[in-house]
């Protein structure tokens, strides 16, 4: 019997037969926590009696949440976590070097790798075919003292995908969609697995996009093959060298199968309070908006500040909309400065936040007021998420979000491109 | 066996209806977070939750970000156990870890206010204001060792590490 992409890279890293049900303990390629998961993390490290990390310089603590710090208390627990960093040997990765699951896309990820990360967008590095999952801070406290962890191993639901995106449609379009049809728990305990020829041109942006949102349908992990993509990824991040095939076998056996035609998708939202609350972009049509946010990890990287560049250039915001800029990453915003898209977005009004995970969670940077209705690129919009539980959020591609900060209404973006 | 008062929620109580991020700062100080538990589902939670209280909920309880604390602060709060049709993963995984027992069952059955009473080791969740009996899904072995040991650190310290069987 053939294995999919979760049982192959589980049963390499726990030297087992790692089949779907079964409980595998698997080696930690690398395990991170941020700013707001980690102080508890150092504590439960501590408490558990380990004195020394398993793989120190494999070992991330990311300051991106509150990065910098708003107030005293944050301040706190990032001193705790530099301090905690320098007595153990962990990376700290500083403010202003952007979001964790961009720096592991960027950076630290590979193929075949098994990722555990106390943030549940973790799944993000499954783009780069890394078996990347979220756990909580006391998971990851065991995982950097052990160098290992147990984990379920994953059933898989197959996304097969065919065709290729129309205009003023995007990655975002498709997992939103996608959530939408499934619901918030439709893959909970499982693994997507994306395949199909629609994956085969398909950008490590708009790959990283999909992964990132799988957890918003519960899944486990979200997993892309390894490819000429990847590869080409790998080479631009200088990294050639860390680059491996991996797929699934063709008798690997699935859950479920779900067959997208990505030329058949239209422009998506999801609507107040919950991602799986979809529709497309025409229902909510003319929808006032306060604030626009661009950025985060699901959509704050160069191509998706293009995409925005490129529908705001020459022109500005609309004077009743706020226009908000959080670029993933230092690589992200000084590529978009070299391409001139920060001036563009700067003469259309926006306000650009330093790299980091900027207002997505209500910290800082952005907070939403009570009654006010934000349309973001970011991957949540619960009640409360970015501030005010009386507060609306849409989210949407960064093409959607441009149009209509340029409108001050939801707008289609195929209007404006 | 545990006994106490069934308080009810809905489907899809997210970690952001538990404990939002607005209060990320408070995250270093338990007693204080502890004190927002549930407010954005239902602020009168933590004014009426009494020790041995089970939280019952719908479907997908504890879905959206893994911070741990959404699962501390239901312990802290004096829960005694959740009871939900379905559970997000990660939450799952950090209240097993926090020592606070997760039961998969159909709480469509129980009321808001009911009388619970649950017996862990049979599998058993008893209704006693309305008489019914209802059964709850196997908790996996390793999760059933790290419960029974009080959570996860106390499990790695009497066993150094994961053991399988
Ligand atoms: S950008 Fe938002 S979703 Fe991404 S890691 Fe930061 S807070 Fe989480």
Redesign the interface.
Known sequence: MGKTLAEKILSQKSQSEAKSGSIVIARVDLAFVQDTTGPLTVKQFQNSGFERLANPTRSVLFMDHAAPSPNYGLSNDHKLLRDFGRQSGATVSEVGGGVCHQIVAESLAKPGDVIIGADSHTVTAGALSAFATGMGSTDVAIALALGETWLRVPESIKIVLSGNFPDGVYGKDLILYLIGQIGADGATYKALEFGGSGVDNMSMSARLTIANMVVEAGAKAGLFASDKITREYLASQGRSNEYQPISSDDDASYEKTINIDMAKLEPMVAKPHTVDNTAPVTEVRGTKINQVVIGTCTNGRLDDLAIAANILRGKKRHPQTRLIIAPASRQVILESIQAGYIQTLIEAEAVILPPGCGPCLGLHQGVLGSGEVCLSTSNRNFRGRMGSPKAFIYLASPATAAASALTGEITDPREVI | MLKGRALKFGD?I?T??II???Y??????PSELAKHVLE?ADPTFAAKVKPGDFVVAG??FG???????A?LVIKMAGVSAVLAK?V???FF??AI??GLPILICDTAKINDGDELEIDLTAGTVRDITNGKELEFNKI???MLAILNCG???PY??KYG??K?E
């Open positions: 899809s997210s952001d209806h939002p991020g607005r990320a700062h408070l995250r270093s100080n954005d479907n997908n879905l959206g970000s893994s911070r741990e604390h699962a379905s997000a993963r990660i995984r950090n870890n926090s996996p072995a390793v959570g996860l650190i790695i310290k590490s994961f399988l």
